[in-house]
């Protein structure tokens, strides 16, 4: 099993920055692929950005050019660095681990952006 626990979350403004963390602990060397995920108010889960245990980065067209995933391996923790943030991107953001058949998900960690 696969440990993750987010941070960095918090209230920015339109146009600023916010770095979120995802620290992960345990069955750690059999993870294939982190990824981040949001979820506005009554809307589904998505995707936000994914990076692989090679390194090969995928984004949502929403957030390409202004957020930024990547990874630290000797910290075990996967960031997402979002610029130019706008108040659509207000979301609880998730972090998710996947290995064979099996993921593994944080707790979330609440974005809110202001107009």
């Known amino acids: 099993q696969v440990q993750l626990v987010e941070s960095g979350g918090g209230l920015v403004q339109a146009g600023g920055s916010l770095r979120l963390s995802c620290a992960a602990s345990g069955s750690i060397f059999s993870i294939n692929v982190m990824a981040w995920y949001r979820q506005a108010p009554g809307k589904q889960r998505e995707l936000v950005a994914r990076i692989t245990s090679g390194g090969t980065t995928n984004y949502a067209d929403s957030v390409k050019g202004r957020f930024t995933i990547s990874r630290d391996n000797a910290k075990n923790t996967v960031y997402l660095q979002m610029d130019n943030l706008k108040p659509e991107d207000t979301a609880v953001y998730y972090c998710?681990?996947?290995?064979?058949?099996?993921?593994?998900w944080g707790q979330g960690t609440q974005v809110t952006v202001s107009s």
């Open positions: 998710a681990a996947f290995r064979i058949a099996v993921s593994d």
